[in-house]
């Protein structure tokens, strides 16, 4: 998401003077192997997994020969499935709760900033304090409040840890509004609920979906706090990832990362794609 | 200015005050909660805090905590640096090339990222298999579930994140300003020396606070990758609680940490100045 402004920014600065070209030479071609090698470091670890998902042994192998699908199968196995449908469900549910916080918060800040930096702050703590300090306040809440390894425990958890996220999309979509918009709607009649309703909701939808989607994200992917306030009945997808990485190398997992891989390269391209055109594009 | 009716106020406050009064009830005050087990379990007093003071193995993890992410702060910043220049020369292509390569494993989960190094590193991975093929080595290298493994890691982690801050860094860098330089005589060499890098430390000072800060509390990769042999500060407090069952040392340690990335973001902010971040412009 961060990056999203960024490359849009690039390129529409400084059209006007001349484009700078370091000579070829030596160092030139040093530092071009140099970034392949640091490409290479980035990416070899995640090309090595896709082969190794459609291995055709019991255990973790490169496939010899046939290629198996077998990896894949055991996926749809109880205990992962209802890992990975477990862990949807949660991330579809903070995603919501998430946003509609995150939606209502920044709504009111918008339109009444006084206290914006102090309350803006307390609510990106937990995006700023370390994973692990996070992690032992939510199993102290937890503890107390007899929520561990509930899905309502956990889920508390994630929302913790994803609402700083959901708040930053929303205050990004909101900064790019015009406060007139507010004004016009109101003096020609509208309610507050209704200007809510009917000009500030539809002009932040994106941000309203970015918000979604950070909340989405952050619960799907979310160990440390879930190690924490987990144990037997809950068992996220990331948890079971984790507990067949600590113990032996699960080939179901070559299998999982391998779908996770092509999702995120498949959203990567569409939005490195999308970039590019809207660069292209006037006015934006 | 603002259109205003009765009760305005209020309805903006059922708005606002949801959001931190959870963050209010569901994290601060659990954290505050955290505290005071760190000084009354199993009984009352401050012994765990005497006791990370004097313990000389709380020290080694301390040390090992600083050192892993002294490292990694160093050996990300310079990768990505050279990341970021490249891409701030490249033409559409190659930046679309470069942002995927850095995105990808940006986007994807520490635990696949984890899965992936361990499958490479370990002794029948793929990296020492291939070494022992050819003969460089006879027995396997021990690289991985020990500091090495975990500081590999680490810095496969960190890369994307130093890289972000010195994009921006450099892509203030107005072309004008090297093409002087390199008009008035400057080489290619010291365009680079006394033109670009003064330029870029801004961004530099900032991807390396954000990977060692970040660094501090890193638990998932180096747990994984260091199996136990490289604990550092944040795994330890997860051993005292679910190995050790100690919830007061590791209520304590979890605080110490909390302390750590604190002091270490002010001593950065210190150190670079915050108005450098958004007052300059170049």
Known sequence: MSTAPTVTKIASQNPASAKYVPRLDLAKLISYLGMLLAAFFLLLPILVIVPLSFGDQRFLAFPEGTWSLRHYAELLNSAWLSSILQSLGLAVAVGIVSTALAFMFATGIWLEPRYRTVLTTVVLLPMIVPQVVSAMSLYYLGAKLQLLDTLVGVGFGHLMMALPYSLIAMLVAYSRLDINLYKASRSLGAGLWMTIRQVLMPNVRVGMAGSFFMAFIMSWEEVVVTLFTSGLNVVTLPKRIWDGLRYNLDPAIAAVSTLMIFITLIILLVRIYRHKTNVDSPGH | ?282
């Open chain 2, 1 to 282: 200015m603002r259109i205003t009716f009765h009760g305005t106020l209020r309805i903006y406050a059922l708005l606002i005050l949801p959001l931190p009064a959870i963050i209010f009830v569901g994290y601060l005050l659990p954290t505050l909660g955290v505290l005071g087990w760190s000084f009354s379990l199993p009984e009352p007093g401050v012994q765990h805090y005497a006791n990370i003071v004097d313990s000389a193995t709380i020290h080694t993890v301390i040390w090992r905590t600083l050192r892993i992410c002294l490292l990694t702060t160093l050996i990300s910043v310079a990768i990505a640096y050279l990341i970021a220049y490249r891409w701030r020369f490249a033409s559409g292509r190659g930046r679309q090339f470069i942002e995927l390569f850095v995105l990808l494993p940006f986007w994807l989960s520490m635990l696949i990222r984890a899965f992936a190094w361990l499958v490479l590193l370990r002794n029948d991975g793929l990296i020492n298999q291939s070494l022992m093929t050819l003969g460089i080595v006879d027995e396997p290298l021990a690289l991985v579930r020990n500091e090495l493994g975990a500081l590999i890691g680490m810095v496969h982690f960190m890369v994307p994140y130093a890289v972000l801050p010195l994009l921006s860094s450099m892509r203030q860098i107005d072309d004008s300003l090297l093409k002087a330089a390199s008009s008035l005589g400057a080489g290619r060499w010291a365009t680079l020396k006394d033109v670009f890098l003064p330029l870029t430390l801004p961004g530099v000072a900032a991807a390396s606070a954000t990977v060692f800060v970040f660094s501090l509390g890193c638990f998932v990769t180096p747990a994984l990758l260091g199996g136990g042999k490289a604990a550092m500060l944040a795994e330890s407090v997860y051993i005292q609680m679910f190995q050790l069952s100690n919830w007061g040392l590791g209520a304590a340690l979890s605080i110490v940490l909390m302390l750590m990335v604190a002091v270490s973001a002010v001593v950065f902010g210190k150190l670079v100045g915050f108005g450098r971040f958004t007052g300059r412009t170049v």
